[in-house]
């Protein structure tokens, strides 16, 4: 509903550009351009702005989720860029200089209507070259739904964003061209009142930035009065408002299955798991998920996995095929490499598990970790059984007061790295010092490191990483870039890890031979303590630590 909302204000957006500043040197050559020419000129004209303008943005979409621009940043420069529109056309002054900034584009667009033709191509080449030179004369508007367009996580709802806003631009643009300058004398309306108009058009701008940053789910407001499932009342935590399950969107590759539709499913129970093969969190919950697929998949439960990758290399196809034969899962799973599922559910977190009735309808959903009984106790509700737990037993951790929160390395969502001897350089090849004490959950470099967004890369041999912890377990997300094995010794206070080994460090001897997570210590029970991992030769990757 919000993906509507939003095409609809994108087709107003459109429309608003009758009355921009800037629009009205553009006109003319629309005019003139159709008045010098055949009676198909007009259509050509207009059909040729549409597709130029289409085309352009949509490459750019592809463009820049290809180079992996941050999406919720152009979310907000969108709002940003629609607010400013908004307020230049409350304001005349504002408007007054806008135009007179942006008239050299559109001077230089009334020699396009002296192109040589009659006909509909001829007409075409003209809207296309007046999409092109329209682009820095629409300004703050243009550049909105452009990002717009980019933000959307699927090729269908950018293609109707485009449809709609070109769509609105071409409407007045199309009558103008078709009738020409006699159409001009009877719109004394808007001649009369250009100003209100305009500044009508500023407010309805505004209004759509305050709908979009308010981020109000649509389909919650028009399904809190749907009638609830028969079972909703026996479930334990259901949601207030059930709500109909997003369809699947942008899924790479389907493993263990053929390609599944939401649709298809209806008259199953499904349980919905967002995971990543990397994350601690989502690889404790999967041996009660493996455990509920081989208790009630003959009894009605579907259980897929949408497998939503937090790092680069976790869009492997390979790497999760390595991942489900290791944990033994054989429940469908979904390569949503570019998160256009998880957006749809807008979902934030993993683990992230949503729990779909027989109609269809999300009816229970849980975050992170742990309330098994509750999921468990839920799906035998709406199977309509009853009987003992697959899995009711759950491991305790020994957390101790505190633990330290998952740290990120890379220097896009860095965090607690020690500054006593300096800061993240990143992208640079760098030299480092760990301090002589390290404050607790901080981290510290010795030796030549380069920082990336993502990951931190050991480029000299006995390149060291220290972190002040506490908890039971550590897990570190290690790779390396060509795929043959780097070797890496951790200790634990200076001394080697003896018992407190994890099973990925026997004897305190690391062998990183894929991208995936290593258990690096696992201790009796959570405690302090300082954690010293050395790359004994270059090319060492590490991402993230989490905690048990």
Not at 97 to 107: I, M
Not at 115 to 140: D, E, H, K, R, V
């Amino acid at each position: 509903m919000n993906n509507f909302i939003e095409i609809g204000l994108a087709f107003i957006e459109g429309l608003a550009l009758i009355v921009s500043p800037c629009i009205l040197p553009v006109l003319p050559i629309v005019l003139s351009a159709s008045v010098d020419g055949g009676r198909r000129r007009p259509f050509g004209i207009i059909a040729g702005f549409v597709v130029a303008f289409s085309i352009f943005t949509l490459l750019s979409r592809k463009l820049v989720i290809a180079l992996g621009f941050n999406l919720d940043i152009l979310k907000n420069v969108s709002l940003v860029l629609l607010a400013l529109f908004g307020l230049i056309l409350l304001s005349s002054t504002l408007s007054d200089k806008f135009s007179a900034a942006t008239q050299g584009a559109a001077n230089w667009g009334n020699r396009l209507s002296n192109t040589q033709g009659n006909g509909f191509f001829s007409g075409m080449l003209i809207g296309a070259l007046i999409g092109l030179i329209w682009t820095p004369c629409a300004g703050p508007i243009l550049a909105a739904v452009l990002v717009q367009v980019i933000r959307q996580h699927s090729d269908l709802t950018s293609f109707l964003t485009v449809a709609a806003f070109a769509t609105g631009a071409g409407i007045p643009m199309f009558i103008i061209a078709l009738t020409g300058r006699n159409i001009m004398n009877k719109l004394s309306f808007f001649t009369n009142h250009a100003e209100a108009v305009r500044k009508t058009f500023g407010v309805i701008i505004l209004l759509s930035v305050a709908f979009i940053a308010s981020g109000i789910d649509t389909q919650s407001l028009f399904t809190q009065k749907s009638t609830p499932t028969i079972v909703s009342s026996t479930l334990t935590n259901p949601l207030e408002h059930p709500y109909q399950a997003p369809e699947f969107a942008g899924i790479e590759a389907w493993l263990n299955s053929n390609a599944l539709t939401m649709n298809a499913l209806k008259g199953k129970v499904v349980l919905i798991d967002f995971w990543t093969y990397s994350c601690i969190n989502c690889v404790r919950t999967l041996p009660y998920i493996t455990a509920w697929d081989q208790q009630y998949r003959d009894k009605g439960l579907v259980i897929i996995g949408i497998h939503a990758p937090e790092f680069e290399f976790e869009k492997s196809r390979a790497n999760v095929e390595s991942a489900i034969k290791k944990h033994g899962i054989h429940y469908p799973v979904a390569l949503d490499n570019e998160l256009e599922t998880w957006t749809h559910f807008n979902n934030q977190y993993w683990p992230a598990h949503y729990l779909i009735d027989q109609t269809g309808k999300v009816v229970y959903t849980h975050f992170g970790e742990g309330k098994y009984d509750v999921t468990e106790h839920n799906i035998q509700v709406l199977l309509g059984i009853t009987g003992k737990a697959a899995f009711l037993s759950a491991e305790q951790l020994d957390n101790g007061e505190h633990q330290t929160p998952e740290t990120y390395l890379g220097f896009s969502r860095a965090s607690h790295f020690s500054l006593v001897n300096g800061p993240l350089k990143p992208d640079q090849v760098a030299n480092y010092h760990i301090p002589k004490s390290l404050q607790s959950d901080h981290w510290a470099l010795e030796g030549t490191w380069k920082i990336e967004d993502e990951k931190i890369i050991a480029v000299s041999n006995d390149a060291k990483l220290q972190l002040n912890f506490t908890g039971k377990k550590v897990f570190l997300v290690l790779g390396n870039p060509t795929g043959k094995p780097v070797h890496a010794m951790v200790s634990l206070n200076g001394k080697p890890l003896g018992p407190n080994a994890g099973k990925d460090a026997p004897g305190g001897y690391l062998t990183i031979d894929q991208n995936t997570l290593y258990e690096l210590i696992n201790q009796p029970h959570s405690t302090n303590g300082l954690l010293e991992l050395k790359a004994l030769e270059p090319g060492l990757e590490a991402f993230a630590f989490t905690f048990g």
